[in-house]
């Protein structure tokens, strides 16, 4: 099967799922918790799905990340005059 194929399959299956879980929501009230978890992850499954199909039929065109050069200077001590080691605590105390 090609990928169009499969998804057309996936959201006839989300469509029946949706008929389903609407069936249930008139036997059972759609203001229980439960029924109200099952509806949400249908509608995300078929969020989903949407995001899939258009990734799929629309593939982002691949790029290479921005180079960031990092110099190898230190840096300025006096940046660091206010602040303790992280998990050493201040330096004039000591650890119990």
């Known amino acids: 099967m090609s990928v169009h194929d499969d998804l057309t399959a996936v959201q006839r299956c989300l469509d029946d799922l949706s008929r389903s879980v609407g069936r ?8 229980g918790l439960e029924i109200r978890r099952v509806r949400n992850d249908a509608n995300h499954l ?17 790029h290479k990340p921005e180079l960031v050069t990092i110099s190898d200077t230190p840096y300025d001590d006096s940046l660091w005059v206010d602040s303790d080691d992280e998990g050493l605590g201040a330096r004039d105390r000591h650890a119990p």
């Open 24 to 31: 249930l929501e008139k036997q059972l009230g759609s203001g």
């Open 46 to 62: 078929r969020e989903s799905v949407a995001l899939l199909r258009e990734a799929a039929f629309h593939p982002a065109s691949p």
